[in-house]
């Protein structure tokens, strides 16, 4: 009886989680639409989720929501990117527009992750919306060529109309 007991409150709480929105893609309200094909985790409560293509290659498409502005500045500080990846070397990082008039921070870099052997190369787009912030990234092996729906995903963080 027991058993039967724990095995309903887990099947109630699984269904008041999913209900509540735990597993909510970040992407909900946004025109950010990943390569075709690419698998998808599950949103982790509608702030975080990521994408690989269906043959590992190294590559991974992520996309963030925070609930409050940010500045790009505490974002892509070098402080920051070492947490990310060792051995940094920022590209470029500087304001664009994306969406038609939009501003967003761009930065691309190199380094090495600690998830895979070699280097790899970074593309992330930054933009405040909505009364938050959304941060999307696309790492690659470097010297592999991007995928360019891949870069084009990082650059529609754009409300739906």
Same mark, same amino acid.
């Given at each position: 009886?027991?058993?039967?007991?724990?095995?309903l409150?887990?099947?109630?709480?699984?269904?008041?989680?999913?209900?509540?929105?735990?597993?909510?893609?970040p992407a909900e309200?946004l025109?950010?639409q990943?390569p075709?094909?690419?698998?998808?985790?599950?949103g982790i409560?509608g702030f975080?989720?990521?994408w690989?293509?269906?043959?590992?290659?190294g590559e991974m498409?992520?996309?963030?929501?925070?609930p409050k502005?940010?500045?790009a500045?505490?974002v892509?500080?070098?402080?920051?990117?070492?947490?990310?990846l060792?051995?940094?070397?920022i590209?470029?990082?500087? *304001?664009?527009?994306?969406c #038609?008039?939009?501003? =967003?921070?761009?930065?691309?870099a190199q +380094? $090495?992750?600690?998830?895979?052997?070699?280097?790899?190369?970074v593309?992330?787009?930054? *933009?405040?919306?909505g009364? #938050?912030?959304y941060? =999307?990234m696309y790492?690659?092996?470097? +010297? $592999?060529?991007?995928n360019?729906?891949?870069?084009?995903a990082?650059r529609e963080?754009?409300?739906k109309?």
């Amino acid at each position: 009886m027991r058993h039967s007991s724990a095995r309903l409150a887990l099947c109630v709480a699984v269904v008041l989680l999913s209900a509540c929105g735990f597993t909510r893609s970040p992407a909900e309200g946004l025109q950010f639409q990943p390569p075709a094909g690419w698998k998808s985790s599950p949103g982790i409560m509608g702030f975080m989720q990521f994408w690989r293509p269906p043959v590992d290659d190294g590559e991974m498409l992520m996309l963030v929501k925070s609930p409050k502005p940010m500045d790009a500045k505490d974002v892509f500080s070098n402080s920051q990117m070492h947490g990310t990846l060792k051995d940094v070397t920022i590209q470029d990082l500087r *304001t664009i527009q994306i969406c #038609g008039n939009q501003s =967003a921070t761009l930065l691309q870099a190199q +380094g $090495t992750s600690s998830s895979r052997q070699g280097k790899d190369q970074v593309e992330m787009i930054m *933009t405040n919306a909505g009364g #938050g912030s959304y941060f =999307a990234m696309y790492v690659r092996p470097l +010297g $592999t060529a991007a995928n360019p729906e891949a870069s084009a995903a990082v650059r529609e963080l754009c409300a739906k109309p």
